[in-house]
Structure formats: structure tokens, C-alpha cells
């Protein structure tokens, strides 16, 4: 329970992590009002933070539906796995009211996610589904390998390298290996008709770890190329993209993605897709651990 105070409250969290101190850090402010806090001064603290991630929640819902903004270091996002996870998580377990609910709404730049809440088979899971993920077109093989640092027949010749976007675009890119997974060494990102570097989502059809049925690295550029230890925005675009490709031999799927183990932030997704109409239902699930918690003062 968070206890009334003029501060937001701030709370640390891991997302997509089987165990604390792994998957992918966020940072959740609660309560920091509009009139204080404009777009420049959360940007500043997203900077501060310097995670992939940090939000900004309302902390009640209007309309029934929490109000969330979400930062990088470098830029505002419209949607983002982790973040939406982990702030419905913070909202659902850390404040109170309504904390038995099973489901909540937030309303993000895309317009309204909701998220569900289950204990199953996998133990806690924190699950969304987002809107279907949008197959925008390919790009050429050597194109991803010369910006990835790699010979392009590290790249699975079979399937393409495509664009895939669920309100942020994604290259998805399928690799032999393991081997040439751990290989990759970004300089520089591929860049889009306007010359905005695009993010990297590749995988390949093997765990680094038993738990797993692939695993995949994730680059974004901001202040340089960076490393995500976990992307579930970048994961429902490979779902839909596996749905797609019929990678398991049929267009419905259940897989968990193994991703950060290169850079020591462990992490699991647990995704889900099948065909919907003209798009692709698509479902994207982890575990969430509380690492810290008080308030910002600022």
C-alpha cells in the first residue's frame, strides 16, 4: 500500500524475470502530476533513470482505465512490453484498491491495453494482449548483416528478414544458430525511408538455456547502440511473425523466448499467437519482481 504523500511514489522493478535481479528493469512513478511534471521534466527523469524504460502512471483509473506514459532515455514510445507489464503489476499489487482484480485496464499511446493476471502452470504470470502486430515489408539480408556486424549467411536463408510493428516497428531477423546469435556486434542500426534507425529483434531456433524454445537479442539506438535485456513488444512482433512464417509447421503457437543472457539480465517471455482475421491475435506474458520501492524528490 502507498501511503498518501505530495511525491510520486517510485517503484523498481524486474519484468519478464524468473527470479529478481534479472530480466528487464523498469522504473514506475506514481502520482506525479501533469501540472508539475510536462513532457521535458519526465524526459529528464527517464534520463536520470537511464533504464530502457521508465513510466508514468495515474494512480486511479479514469474512465476505467490508468493513464500511462512511457520514456527511453532518449524518447517518449507509444507502446512497450515490459513497461506495460511491470506498471500494471505496480498498479494492481502496490496501491491498493482494486488489488484482487484480476484485470486492468491502461491506456498507453496506442489507446487501451488491458492485462490479466494468472497463476498457472509457469507460477505468477502478468499477461497482455496487445493489438495486432502489422507485417509492414522486408528488408534485404545483407542490409541486417552488414549493420549487425555478421556475414549475411549467418542468416537463415529460408525466411526473411521483415518489418514488423505493433505500434513500434521492429526488424525481425531469423539466424542459423546460437553461435551466430552470440555473435552480433552492432555499430550501427538499418535506418527507415526518414533515416530513423530501426530496432533489431533477432533469434534463433535454439535455447541458451534449458526453459526455453528460442532465443533472441534485441538492439535499439539511444545515445548508441544499446542492448535490451527483455522485449515484449519485440516479442508479440516475432509471434506474429512465427504465426506467419508457419515456423512450427502450422500458424498457432506457444513458444518462450529466451533473451538478456548475454548481457547478464536473464529473462523469459512467454508468448502465444494464432491467425485473427486479417491480423493475428497475439499474447505476451512474464513474471514481475518488486526490487524497490519510495518516492521521487524532485
Known sequence: MVTASPRPSLFLVDVFAERPMAGNQLAVVVGAR????????????ARE?????????????????????????AEELPFAGHPTLGTAWVLRRLLGPGAASDRIVLRLGVGEVPV?????????LVRMRPRSPVIVGDVPAADVASALGIDASAIDSGHPCRRVS????????????????RSLSPSALPRDAGGRPLFVYAFCNEACEPGGDLT??????AM??????????AAACLAAYLSAERWYGHEKLKARILQGHEIGRPSCLYVAAAPDGDGFAVEVAGKVHLVASGHVDL
Open 34 to 45: 501533469p501540472e508539475e511534471w510536462p513532457t521535458a521534466r519526465m524526459q529528464a527523469f
Open 116 to 124: 490479466e493476471f494468472e497463476d498457472g502452470e509457469f507460477g505468477e
Open 166 to 181: 505493433v505500434g513500434i516497428e521492429f526488424v525481425i531477423v531469423p539466424l542459423r544458430d546460437l553461435a551466430a546469435l
Open 224 to 233: 548508441g547502440v544499446r542492448e535490451d535485456p527483455a522485449t515484449g513488444s
Open 49 to 73: 533513470m537511464n533504464f530502457s524504460e521508465t513510466t508514468f502512471a495515474s494512480p486511479e483509473p479514469a474512465s476505467g482505465a490508468f493513464d500511462v506514459r512511457i520514456f527511453t532515455p
Open 216 to 221: 533472441a537479442r534485441m538492439f535499439f539506438e
